[in-house]
Protein backbone atom coordinates (compact mmCIF):
# COMPACT_ATOMS: atom_id res chain seq x y z
CA UNK A 1 0.00 0.00 0.00
CA UNK A 2 1.63 3.15 -1.19
CA UNK A 3 1.73 5.94 1.56
CA UNK A 4 -1.01 9.00 1.24
CA UNK A 5 0.60 11.92 -0.50
CA UNK A 6 2.31 14.82 0.79
CA UNK A 7 3.34 13.56 4.21
CA UNK A 8 5.91 15.94 6.07
CA UNK A 9 8.64 14.66 8.58
CA UNK A 10 11.16 17.32 10.51
CA UNK A 11 14.85 16.42 9.84
CA UNK A 12 17.57 16.96 12.23
CA UNK A 13 21.16 15.63 12.74
CA UNK A 14 23.92 16.49 15.14
CA UNK A 15 27.44 16.99 14.87
CA UNK A 16 30.19 17.46 17.64
CA UNK A 17 33.12 20.02 17.11
CA UNK A 18 36.29 21.24 19.16
CA UNK A 19 37.04 25.02 18.93
CA UNK A 20 38.74 27.58 20.90
CA UNK A 21 38.10 31.30 21.15
CA UNK A 22 39.00 34.37 22.74
CA UNK A 23 36.16 36.75 23.54
CA UNK A 24 37.06 39.92 22.71
CA UNK A 25 35.90 43.06 20.88
CA UNK A 26 37.90 45.18 19.02
CA UNK A 27 35.10 48.18 19.91
CA UNK A 28 36.45 47.91 23.71
CA UNK A 29 39.62 49.16 25.60
CA UNK A 30 41.10 45.88 26.62
CA UNK A 31 39.64 47.03 30.26
CA UNK A 32 36.08 46.65 28.81
CA UNK A 33 36.52 43.92 27.28
CA UNK A 34 38.07 41.72 30.58
CA UNK A 35 34.81 43.66 32.19
CA UNK A 36 32.53 42.36 29.84
CA UNK A 37 33.84 39.00 29.36
CA UNK A 38 35.63 38.02 32.47
CA UNK A 39 38.13 34.92 32.26
CA UNK A 40 36.43 34.34 28.51
CA UNK A 41 38.93 37.57 27.73
CA UNK A 42 41.69 35.16 28.37
CA UNK A 43 44.65 36.57 25.85
CA UNK A 44 45.23 32.77 25.36
CA UNK A 45 41.46 32.30 24.96
CA UNK A 46 39.57 28.72 25.70
CA UNK A 47 38.10 25.79 24.38
CA UNK A 48 34.64 24.45 23.84
CA UNK A 49 33.09 20.99 22.54
CA UNK A 50 30.49 22.21 20.67
CA UNK A 51 27.33 20.61 20.01
CA UNK A 52 25.65 22.28 16.16
CA UNK A 53 22.26 20.54 15.39
CA UNK A 54 20.91 21.63 12.12
CA UNK A 55 17.11 21.14 12.25
CA UNK A 56 15.27 20.67 8.73
CA UNK A 57 11.61 21.19 8.86
CA UNK A 58 9.20 22.93 6.28
CA UNK A 59 9.38 26.70 5.63
CA UNK A 60 8.71 28.24 2.45
CA UNK A 61 8.40 24.45 1.01
CA UNK A 62 7.09 21.12 2.59
CA UNK A 63 9.49 18.83 3.15
CA UNK A 64 7.55 16.03 2.06
CA UNK A 65 8.49 11.99 2.68
CA UNK A 66 9.22 10.99 -0.75
CA UNK A 67 7.14 7.98 -1.76
CA UNK A 68 9.99 6.08 -3.38
CA UNK A 69 13.15 6.55 -1.25
CA UNK A 70 10.59 6.94 2.29
CA UNK A 71 13.09 10.06 2.90
CA UNK A 72 12.67 13.65 3.68
CA UNK A 73 16.92 13.90 2.40
CA UNK A 74 19.40 11.55 1.94
CA UNK A 75 21.13 11.42 5.23
CA UNK A 76 24.73 10.93 3.42
CA UNK A 77 24.33 14.31 1.66
CA UNK A 78 22.91 16.15 4.89
CA UNK A 79 26.00 14.74 6.82
CA UNK A 80 28.39 15.73 3.38
CA UNK A 81 26.73 19.48 4.08
CA UNK A 82 27.31 19.54 7.51
CA UNK A 83 30.91 18.26 6.95
CA UNK A 84 31.74 21.23 4.36
CA UNK A 85 29.45 24.25 6.35
CA UNK A 86 30.72 23.27 9.63
CA UNK A 87 33.52 20.48 10.68
CA UNK A 88 35.53 21.95 7.76
CA UNK A 89 35.78 25.51 9.09
CA UNK A 90 35.87 25.13 12.88
CA UNK A 91 36.82 21.42 14.16
CA UNK A 92 40.05 22.42 16.17
CA UNK A 93 40.32 25.55 15.21
CA UNK A 94 41.03 28.46 16.91
CA UNK A 95 37.78 30.46 15.84
CA UNK A 96 39.68 34.32 15.70
CA UNK A 97 42.67 33.47 14.23
CA UNK A 98 41.67 30.12 11.83
CA UNK A 99 38.40 31.41 10.34
CA UNK A 100 38.11 34.47 8.40
CA UNK A 101 34.35 35.24 9.37
CA UNK A 102 35.69 35.61 12.62
CA UNK A 103 38.57 38.51 12.08
CA UNK A 104 35.68 41.18 12.39
CA UNK A 105 33.49 39.11 14.19
CA UNK A 106 33.25 38.28 17.98
CA UNK A 107 33.07 34.77 18.21
CA UNK A 108 30.27 34.57 20.61
CA UNK A 109 28.24 31.33 20.46
CA UNK A 110 25.59 33.77 19.25
CA UNK A 111 28.13 34.30 16.40
CA UNK A 112 29.09 31.16 15.66
CA UNK A 113 25.52 29.91 14.97
CA UNK A 114 24.88 32.79 12.38
CA UNK A 115 27.98 31.10 10.71
CA UNK A 116 26.65 27.75 10.77
CA UNK A 117 23.44 29.01 9.23
CA UNK A 118 25.12 31.01 7.17
CA UNK A 119 26.97 28.15 5.65
CA UNK A 120 24.17 25.68 5.45
CA UNK A 121 21.99 27.92 4.07
CA UNK A 122 24.16 27.68 0.72
CA UNK A 123 24.29 24.00 0.64
CA UNK A 124 20.53 23.18 1.06
CA UNK A 125 17.74 22.90 -0.69
CA UNK A 126 16.42 26.87 -0.96
CA UNK A 127 13.88 27.19 2.58
CA UNK A 128 14.83 23.62 3.97
CA UNK A 129 16.96 25.13 7.01
CA UNK A 130 14.62 26.36 9.87
CA UNK A 131 16.86 26.55 12.75
CA UNK A 132 20.23 26.07 14.01
CA UNK A 133 21.20 25.02 17.44
CA UNK A 134 24.35 25.50 18.95
CA UNK A 135 25.37 23.77 22.10
CA UNK A 136 28.53 25.56 24.19
CA UNK A 137 27.91 23.50 27.20
CA UNK A 138 25.24 21.87 28.21
CA UNK A 139 23.77 25.14 30.15
CA UNK A 140 24.83 27.74 27.19
CA UNK A 141 22.61 26.71 23.92
CA UNK A 142 21.76 29.45 21.40
CA UNK A 143 19.02 28.88 18.88
CA UNK A 144 19.11 31.11 15.29
CA UNK A 145 16.52 31.22 12.93
CA UNK A 146 17.85 33.47 10.89
CA UNK A 147 16.48 37.02 9.85
CA UNK A 148 13.06 35.59 11.39
CA UNK A 149 11.66 36.46 15.27
CA UNK A 150 12.11 33.03 17.35
CA UNK A 151 9.32 31.55 19.77
CA UNK A 152 10.51 28.85 21.02
Not at 5 to 17: C, E, G, K, N, P
Not at 57 to 77: R, Y
Not at 97 to 109: G, I, Q
Request: one cysteine or more; glycine letters at 6%.
Amino acid sequence: MAPPAALQARLSRTVTFSACHRLHSKSLSDEENRKLFGKCNNPNGHGHNYKGKGLLIPLLFSLQIDPVSGMVMNLTDLKEYMQEAIMEPLDHKNLDKDVPYFAEVVSTTENVAVFIWENLKKLLPVGTLYKVKVYETDQNIVVYKGEETISE
